[in-house]
């Protein structure tokens, strides 16, 4: 911390000091707890309560137009439905993993290579870093159009260059792959940037000492920055896990997750706003994702928790 | 290093901070050997312009003739023209689709922003028992996948019913409301967190200054901690635009009239059934870009540190 005299700014566990918010007057005490209320309220009630009704949800059959008595409660049969006789799941869990160790080893392995490379006096790295980080600023579905400039059959910049033929986002063999570099072109500059920006925080002079220990650039990487680093990369992997289990907006532009491009987040979306309303089984694939999530929000929270306490 | 989020030292564009620490870490060229330098910059520079390459590619085509393409192919020159932007522009029914982001997004970064400083007002001011627990079921609702909360969410916004005058559809469904409500509930959390971590920065005498002077706790969340932290309010508020403009998920599913649909959405507008102009979606997709453009181009130092800001901590 600084060199400012917090008395009673951090809350040190076991006993956290409690005269200060006694001190507080009537209407201060009415301020302080409109101030949390109102914002708790609007989170449980759009997240928090959701999440749990998708829960309940989940172990019932419900077409959505009825009222609440018309659900017919069925136990785990949604799940065991999923599991053995919906023919989308397995492939977009197949999908959904894929997307996932495509960003790792290809947009986040780059990105921090870039970083590296641009944390370092470099003639114009202002205007690379520009260049790196502008995509990250359109969103997805607008990359799925954008992209559809290479990739139309008939209209397609690759398929002109190589004379091919071949329909980029149709074809259920590649159309996943043609996507994920989509995709992966906005991934790598958020990753950069967010590595750009730990890799200014550490220490001039751990470079240096390790500088005039004789260590080579590789080592001096691994050596000195890469573990400096961690906090960051525990970061980044909870980025690059939630992002690739929410996976929905590139697909859903271009067929709605279906034919190759099935993801579990466009799954959910089918059940609701599809031909047909199968609420419970879409909850229940809704559980499925919340499930996976959260044992990494768990990871990430415990992180920053550990953070707090030690501030 | 303080554990702290000290938005300054984490910008990637060194400023006054980058002065003082910048010389001495690279004065002699860092470690890098000089041909080895140019290598790199070499590769750098390739790749960056691989990066800018979809973007003009699309910006390029956006004003060349459909026919002049087709039967030249894209590998030509010519056939300027602007028609595309006249025709995306009408087609896709632009005007109105920019005024339904606008109006989703201004109440929504600016609701998000207020509640989300009050919250974190509180957490960083006092530190009451649940402060922690407070803090993570804010952030943890920003990390749920929408979508697994998409059917209670569509089912009670059908319920809710709305007045005329707020909703034509009378419910909360195909509202802006819904879309201000629903966006705002999911970005408190990240916003919550970084502008706790930057008041927590702040020197607690001015609060006992405050109170000194009988200053309530409403006046001094309001005079004295928020015209404090507005370089983080500032660099969310660039951040927080670019996103609800750029969500697409939620405006999918609760809006399903098309006179509502925000800009991405009515991309769609422009692709036919069968056969779909690609210089026309090119000139679209442009059109969509652009204000997010234009806010990172005006505010690309806010933008990033408001990136930067809750990813980094120490």
């Known amino acids: 911390m600084t060199g400012i005299e917090l008395p009673q700014s951090k809350e040190s566990p076991g006993a956290p000091p409690r005269g200060r918010e006694k001190k507080l007057g009537a209407r201060d005490r009415f301020t302080v707890i409109m101030m949390v209320t109102i914002p708790l309220l609007l989170v449980l009630a759009l997240v928090w309560v ?3 009704l998708s829960v309940v949800l989940s172990f019932g059959k419900w077409n959505g137009f009825g009222d609440l008595d018309t659900i017919e409660w069925v136990g785990v049969q949604n799940y065991h439905d999923i599991v053995t006789i919906y023919p989308a799941f397995w492939p977009a869990i197949q999908h ?54 290479f990739y139309s059959r008939d209209q397609g910049l690759i398929n002109e260059v190589f004379g091919t033929q071949v329909d980029w986002y149709g074809d259920p063999d590649i159309n996943l792959w043609a996507v994920l570099v989509a995709t992966g072109w906005r991934h790598t500059g958020y990753i950069m940037l967010i590595y750009l920006a730990g890799l200014k925080s550490v220490d001039a002079s751990l470079r240096e000492a390790a500088a005039v220990d004789g260590a080579g650039e590789v080592k001096t990487f691994f050596h000195v920055i890469f573990p400096v680093m961690r906090p960051i990369n525990m970061i980044v992997i909870v980025i690059v896990v939630i992002e690739s289990l929410r996976a929905f907006d590139i697909v859903w532009v271009i067929n709605k997750g279906r034919n190759g491009l099935e993801v579990i987040g466009a799954l959910v979306a089918q059940n609701v706003i599809g031909e047909a309303t199968r609420y419970g089984f879409g909850s ?28 | 290093m303080s554990t702290q989020t000290r938005p300054p030292a984490t910008e990637p564009t060194p400023s006054g901070d980058g002065a003082t620490r910048k010389p001495p870490k690279r004065a002699d060229g ?46 030509s020159l010519g056939g300027w023209t602007t028609s595309n932007y006249e025709e995306a522009w009408s087609r896709g029914n632009f005007g109105l689709h920019l005024r339904n982001s606008l109006l989703v997004t201004i109440p929504a970064v600016l609701l998000t922003l207020w509640l989300s400083s009050m919250v974190a ?47 034509d559809s009378g419910s909360l469904l195909n509202s802006f409301w819904a879309l201000i409500l629903v966006n705002t509930a999911f970005q408190m959390g990240f916003c919550t967190f ?33 015209p404090l932290v507005r370089p983080a309010l500032a660099a969310l508020a660039t951040l927080q635009v670019a996103w609800v403009y750029n969500e697409f998920f939620w405006a999918t599913v609760l809006i399903q009239q098309g006179n509502k649909l925000p800009m991405t959405s009515a991309l769609n507008n422009l692709r036919g059934q069968f056969f779909t ?10 059109i969509v870009a652009l204000p997010v453009l234009v806010v990172f181009f005006a505010l690309q130092k806010q933008f990033v540190s408001g990136l930067t800001l809750g990813s980094t901590k120490g």
């Open chain 2, 277 to 286: 102009d690609t210089n026309l979606v090119a000139a679209g997709s442009i």
């Open chain 2, 30 to 75: 860092g470690v890098l050997s000089k041909p080895r330098g140019i290598v790199v910059t070499v590769i750098v520079a390739l790749l960056a312009l691989t990066w800018l390459f979809p973007l003009l590619w699309a910006l390029v085509n956006s004003f060349r003739e459909y026919d002049y393409t087709q039967a030249n192919g894209y590998l």
């Open chain 1, 96 to 149: 959904n993993l894929i997307w996932l160790v495509f960003l790792f080893l290809v947009p986040t392995v780059l990105g921090m290579l870039i970083a590296v490379l641009l944390d370092r006096e470099m003639r114009g790295s202002r205007f690379y870093q520009t260049a790196f980080y502008m995509p990250v600023v359109l969103s997805v579905a607008l990359i799925g159009f954008i992209w559809q400039l």
């Open chain 2, 121 to 167: 007002f509180v957490l960083a001011r006092f530190s009451y028992r649940f402060n922690l627990m407070m803090l993570g079921v804010f952030l943890a609702a920003n990390l749920l996948p929408p979508q697994a909360l998409l059917i209670p969410v569509f089912r009670m916004f059908r319920e809710v019913p709305l007045p005329m005058f707020m909703s």
């Open chain 2, 194 to 226: 970084v502008l706790s971590n930057y008041m927590k920065t702040l020197p607690r005498e001015i609060y006992e200054s405050a109170e000194l002077d009988g200053a309530s706790v409403w006046r001094q969340y309001w005079q004295l901690t928020m």
């Open chain 1, 284 to 311: 229940a694939l809704a559980v499925i994702m919340m499930l996976i999530s959260s044992v990494f929000i768990t990871l990430y929270l415990r992180n920053v928790f550990r953070e707090e306490r030690r501030g």
């Open chain 1, 50 to 52: 959701p999440a749990l």
